[in-house]
């Protein structure tokens, strides 16, 4: 069996009851970030919905707050007349035989 380590066992010894409020789960949290990188939570949430039913599912979408780290790339396939101007309002690569 592995052995738990210090930090391990202290964290756990701060850890008092199984179900917190927010207002104490977070300065909890805060508090118990002991690592050397940035750590993450999880959460469980009960809604209570019942998703057989459709008025009751839950659906949505979310806007990271550093986005994907993907840059947003532009390719024009267009006839050679166009190439320019197509490099002027945002393609970032744009030709026509030689792509």
């Known amino acids: 069996m592995k052995k738990e380590s210090k ?16 207002e104490e789960a977070i300065p909890l949290l805060k508090n118990l970030g002991t690592a050397k990188f940035i750590e993450s939570a999880e959460a469980h949430i009960s809604l209570n919905i019942d998703p057989k039913y459709a008025n009751q599912q839950l659906r949505t979408s979310l806007v990271l707050p550093n986005g994907t780290g ?3 790339r ?26």
């Open 7 to 22: 930090r391990s066992k202290t964290l756990k010894s701060l850890i008092t009851k199984e179900i917190y409020s927010i």
């Open 70 to 72: 993907n840059s947003l």
């Open 74 to 99: 532009i390719a024009v396939l267009t006839e050679s007349d166009y190439v320019t101007e197509m490099l002027q309002n945002g393609a970032s690569i744009a030709g026509s035989d030689d792509l």
